[in-house]
């Protein structure tokens, strides 16, 4: 059972580079998440989609990008790394509610530990 | 704003010691409930939920939480825990029915054998 994979797992960026981390599920949950994780911090929402061509800022959205073209993939893209955005990323992804609930619990991947020098 | 508090940063407690995590929310509204765990260089799993119903909620590995509402409360309880038991624990979220899950800043337990 494959889930959410996420890649690359490690990456080093130098400051103003761009990259996009990947997400892909094979669960068909239309809900889709990017989190940040920092020491102490908790996870905090970058962006979220509730399907194929619908996405949303979350928490913490400044300096990020994301687009969902099918329901599988969920590519979060930063244009110009900056130090600030070193971090852990998480991709996360949820079925449709079962009445009481609009969402399901999360299934989450296993990471991206991004450094940005 | 929406926020979940989590009392405690870092715990610390030898085996069979019985374990309390405290998580609080601010809405006052319909509110959908998680405790989530984190091992040691792993990716978040799921230890239970809370949508409706009872609300004493039994997980996995002999977790439970009790969602008490007058206190805006969702602390999560073990009996008895083990070496294994150590990793970072996240309260979490979900506020009058929108698809956004806030979660907390975590607990980080220690178990010591």
């Known amino acids: 059972n494959a889930g959410v994979t996420q890649t690359p797992k490690f990456r080093i960026l130098k400051i103003g580079q761009s990259m996009t981390l990947q997400c892909a599920q094979d669960?068909?949950?239309?809900?889709m998440y990017w989190y940040r994780q920092d020491p102490g911090m908790g996870l905090k929402l970058i962006y979220y989609s509730v399907g194929a061509g619908i996405t949303d800022k979350g928490e913490v959205p400044n300096g990020y990008n994301v687009s969902r073209s099918t329901t599988e993939d969920f590519p979060l893209r930063l244009e110009l790394a900056a130090p600030s955005q070193t971090s852990v990323y998480f991709c996360a992804s949820s079925s449709d509610g079962t009445g009481v609930s609009p969402v399901g619990p999360q299934h989450f991947g296993d990471g991206t530990r991004l450094s940005i020098l | 704003a929406q926020s979940v508090s989590q009392h405690n940063h870092h715990v610390i407690l030898s085996e069979a010691a019985s374990l309390e995590l405290g998580c609080n929310y601010s809405y006052g509204g319909t509110v959908n409930l998680f405790w989530y765990v984190q091992y040691p260089g792993q990716h978040l799993q799921l230890l239970l939920k809370?949508?409706?119903?009872?609300?004493l909620v039994k997980g996995i590995k002999g977790f439970e939480a009790e969602f008490i509402k007058s206190k805006f409360s969702f602390n999560l309880r073990k009996p008895s825990v083990q070496w294994s038991d150590t990793a970072e624990y996240f309260c979490?979220?979900?506020?009058?029915?929108?698809?956004?899950?806030?979660f907390g800043a975590g607990t980080r337990l220690f178990v010591k054998a």
């Open positions: 669960m068909n949950h239309n809900y």
């Open positions: 809370y949508f409706s119903g009872d609300p």
């Open positions: 979490a979220v979900n506020a009058g029915g929108g698809f956004k899950t806030i």
